[in-house]
């Protein structure tokens, strides 16, 4: 069966192609390379042995979409991931956001509302509960107005799909991430983000590297352990992993509702000083970072329930954090060595 993966050469994408090769998938990328390369493919390969399909394409080009279908009109599944995703790049320019994750959104659900059967994976995250009443968080837990317009293009996502899923043959499961983290355990694929990492894992691997000076870490005096930010680390291999076992849901018909929703943690969570502190462990090495004040947006404390995942997808998390930060660093080591 063939399997459409957007977003397939970015971080969560690529390991998720990899997991579904290798449970006998065909499939088919499409990436316009705004935050990824080609070279990825390469990783992929050297894994699994066997090369994906990849297609150049912008999804807010319409015509593009209605073109790539007509020509793989065997695709009524598809897993979702291309999306801008940086907080504060979507609250300095919004209309970007809003046109590359919900314009996108739209085409591909036009096309696919037109199939006998679809299926349809959304990559969602755990930002669209903002900062919840209650820990751990589970997926009953009241969604909040969202603190970014990229917040915002994940709820207005699931929204969209919920209302056209009543109204098509379309079945779909939402995955709200939370922290993804590492890479492949063989190092041939993993997070490079382009220009200066948003996201605190690869800012840390890259200042260990000598890429960076120090890292900043926002505020010490939050209600927490350490008086540092709390997240939920799951290692981007058992994510891409909760992404097929979802999928293979949808295919054999055990899905109890139209939409179901997921949470996708490890149910524990790490704050910014630990995760620090993780690194050294497994690095070997000290590592240079400065308490500055705190930055707005950042909520104190985010973890998942992770028991919905766990009985209903019979899906587990199998790395520790450091476990996570070793494959990051394995990662980090191997790409400055190319």
């Known amino acids: 069966m063939k399997i459409l993966v957007t977003g397939g050469l970015g971080f969560i994408g690529s390991h998720t192609v990899v997991e579904l090769q290798n449970k006998g998938f065909d499939v088919v990328i499409i990436d316009n390379l705004s ?33 790539f279908f007509k020509k793989h009109n065997d695709v009524s599944s598809v897993i979702h991931f291309a999306a801008s995703k940086a907080v504060g790049e979507s609250v300095k320019n919004p209309l970007l956001y809003y046109e590359n994750n919900i314009a996108s959104l739209i085409y591909l659900l036009q096309e696919l509302q037109e199939k006998i059967e679809a299926h349809f994976i959304f990559s969602s995250s ?102 540092t930010c709390i997240r939920d680390y799951i290692h981007v291999v058992d994510l891409a992993k909760a992404h097929v076992v979802a999928l293979e849901r949808l295919l054999e018909n055990k899905n109890e509702d139209k939409v ?7 149910g524990v969570g790490s704050s910014v000083l630990e995760v620090i502190s993780s690194f050294e462990k497994v690095s ?32 587990k998390t199998a790395s ?13 080591q191997r790409v400055r060595k190319k």
């Open 35 to 67: 935050n990824s390369s080609e070279s990825v493919l390469k990783g992929i390969v050297a894994i699994t042995g066997k090369e994906p399909q990849f297609e150049k394409l912008d999804l807010r080009e319409k015509a593009s979409v209605q073109a």
């Open 284 to 315: 070997g090495k000290p590592f240079p970072y400065k308490i500055v004040d705190r930055r707005e947006g950042d909520v104190t404390m985010a973890y998942a329930s992770t028991d919905k995942a766990n009985t209903v997808l019979g899906w």
């Open 320 to 332: 520790s954090l450091d476990q996570a930060m070793e494959s990051a660093w394995k990662w980090e």
């Open 126 to 227: 755990c930002t669209v509960y903002g900062q919840a009443d209650e820990m751990p968080i589970d997926e009953n837990e009241p969604i909040k107005p969202a603190m970014s317009p990229y917040g915002n293009t994940k709820q207005i996502g699931e929204e969209i799909i919920t209302d056209v899923a009543k109204v098509s043959t379309i079945n779909a499961i939402l995955l709200r991430y939370f922290n993804p983290i590492g890479s492949h355990p063989s190092a041939e694929i993993g997070e490079l983000p382009i220009g200066v990492p948003q996201n605190l894992v690869p800012f840390i691997t890259q200042t260990g590297i000598g890429l960076r000076k120090e890292l900043m870490v926002y505020g010490n005096d939050y209600p927490t352990v350490d008086g």
């Open 260 to 266: 179901e929703i997921f949470n996708l943690g490890t």
